[in-house]
């Protein structure tokens, strides 16, 4: 009998956001585990019985030190060589919302073997306050296994610090040269475009990034919250379709499955 590959979900203080992963995860395929941060602290080994280890969204200590900054101090003292080590192992971590925050405050992204600090961030939306809407995001790079160049895709964003930023264009430049920028914010007609479409001002449209072997990734809208065609706001006016937000889902699955 062949085992399913298992999915663990990272869980602290003010996480809201990992049941909901889960049943992403399980409906894809995968065996789902939701550990607290204390926990796998205690037993680090137990990364490495999973396939695909997630920090979903959520506000990880209230965000009392900023969106995700606890978490991520948790992570790079506590659990920096275990993580590494899941990476070098060929398996996949994805940070969502405030677990992107995290995994680019830990120096998990843009390269979780670079130099500390990283030379991105993500700080407050230029509009000042917590955006909560839909968003259009382009695929535009096919190093992240989770996704397939091209697609447009629909999700929903619910952050206050989204904003992407780096030290200079030329650290932008050199991650979308490298294919390590994946997903754009872009209006109806699939191309970049400014607030709303890109609705916390991030440079170049930047909604998602990827480690420079593609197997580590983050982005700032919620694809767990589009795992049903009723999750769509308009599906009573356009019918239902399939859920966008489970794609990533299920291409993780197919990966870790050949594992």
Same mark, same amino acid.
């Given at each position: ?16 956001? !990992? ?8 409906? /894809? ?26 920090? +979903? ?41 405030? @677990?992107? #925050? ?12 670079? *130099? ?11 509009? @000042? ?11 535009? $790079? ?17 952050? @206050? ?6 030290? =200079? ?6 991650? /979308?040269?490298?294919? #390590? ?12 475009? =400014? ?6 001002? $991030? ?7 990827? !480690? +420079? $072997? ?12 589009? #795992? *049903? ?31």
């Amino acid at each position: 009998m062949v085992t399913a590959p298992r999915a663990m979900i990272l869980r602290a203080a003010g996480i809201n956001c !990992d049941r909901e992963t889960a049943a992403a995860c399980g409906k /894809a395929g995968f065996k789902t585990e939701i550990v607290h941060v204390n926990r796998l602290a205690e037993r680090p080994d137990a990364l490495h019985e999973a396939h695909f280890f997630i920090v +979903p969204g959520g506000f990880s200590y209230g965000d009392d030190l900023g969106s995700g900054r606890v978490l991520a101090n948790e992570l790079r003292v506590k659990l920096l060589e275990p993580i590494r080590r899941f990476v070098r192992d060929g398996k996949l971590v994805l940070g969502i919302c405030n @677990g992107f #925050q995290v995994l680019v405050k830990s120096g998990f992204l843009p390269d979780p073997f670079a *130099d500390y600090p990283p030379p991105v961030t993500l700080t407050h939306n230029d509009s @000042g306050r917590f955006e909560d809407r839909w968003v259009r995001l382009k695929v535009v $790079s096919a190093k992240c296994p989770l996704w397939r160049a091209g697609d447009v895709i629909e999700c929903a964003v619910t952050h @206050g610090e989204g904003k992407f930023v780096a030290k =200079g264009g030329e650290v932008v430049d050199a991650l /979308a040269a490298g294919g #390590q920028v994946v997903l754009k914010y872009v209006d109806a007609s699939g191309a970049e475009a =400014g607030f709303p479409w890109n609705p916390n001002g $991030s440079t170049a449209n930047v909604a998602g990034i990827c !480690d +420079p $072997s593609g197997r580590v990734m983050g982005l700032m809208p919620h694809p767990e919250k589009y #795992q *049903d065609p009723t999750n769509h706001p308009r599906w009573t006016r356009e019918g239902l379709r399939e859920p966008d937000g489970m794609k990533p889902f299920v291409a993780a699955y197919e990966y870790c499955a050949r594992l």
